[in-house]
């Protein structure tokens, strides 16, 4: 059971301008939402998170959008730039244990 | 403290041999997790830890795994007779709860089974 859909799987997007990046989920319970970024060979490693209490986060490029009532998050990165490009994983975590849910990734390459 | 570490970074195997890994976490998190990552998916949910007792093993965790974490410090996880189907990366996350929810991973520990 796939609780985290990411879209797109891949993107291409030029030096300057925006990705976005799209999740849904499906269990409610779910009340923890953090993206993380993983380079090749690497770990993944928490770009920025946001809880359903808002709607919006910001932290320098990188803005997370909240749609609590359509169950839909995307993250949205302002200005790409080539050390940008990575593999992007959307996630969700419930309760005290915290494990996180990912969504399937999505490859982000910028054109310089 | 240079974060978590994973050991080993690569490991190749024949099928039916068993394999340990170890994971190092951060060193006051008294949280421990282990994922499953497959090539071009991301990292699934095994088990975790708060100190040393496991709580949580999900049903992708067979009865060929086991996984241990001694005096809550560092965590081995073990797969017994591997089967080329365990061909992944795994991950090991820590994190300090309940006061901070940022999980930090290691570099993982890519096994092949040949």
């Known amino acids: 059971q796939q609780q985290v859909k990411q879209s797109p799987q891949s993107l291409i997007v030029q030096k300057g301008g925006i990705s976005i990046i799209n999740c849904a989920y499906e269990?409610?319970?779910?009340?923890?939402f953090p993206w993380y970024q993983q380079f090749p060979g690497k770990g993944p490693a928490l770009l920025i998170a946001?809880?359903?209490?808002?709607s919006e986060k910001k932290e320098g490029r990188f803005t997370i959008s909240f749609n609590k009532s359509a169950k839909q998050f995307s993250l949205h990165i302002m200005d790409s730039q080539p050390g940008d490009s990575a593999t992007y994983f959307c996630?969700?975590?419930?309760?005290?244990?915290?494990?996180?849910?990912f969504g399937s990734g999505t490859q982000l390459t910028v054109l310089p | 403290d240079t974060g978590v570490s994973q050991n080993p970074r690569h490991k190749i195997t024949k099928r039916g041999q068993n394999v340990t890994f170890r994971c190092d976490p951060i060193?006051?998190?008294?949280?421990l997790y282990w994922y499953r990552q497959t090539l071009g998916q991301g990292p699934e949910f095994l088990t975790y830890?708060?100190?040393?007792?496991?709580?949580?093993k999900s049903r992708l965790l067979s009865d060929r795994f086991s996984a241990e974490r001694p005096k809550g410090s560092f965590s081995t996880l073990e797969i017994q007779r591997t089967e080329q189907g365990d061909s992944a990366m795994y991950l090991c996350?820590?994190?300090?709860?309940?006061?901070?929810?940022?999980?930090?991973f290691g570099q993982g520990t890519r096994l092949t089974v040949v």
């Open positions: 060193s006051e998190h008294n949280r």
């Open positions: 996350a820590s994190s300090l709860s309940p006061s901070n929810t940022e999980a930090f």
């Open positions: 269990n409610t319970a779910f009340d923890y």
């Open positions: 946001i809880r359903p209490d808002v």
């Open positions: 830890f708060q100190n040393e007792a496991q709580l949580e």
């Open positions: 996630a969700a975590s419930r309760g005290s244990a915290r494990q996180l849910t």
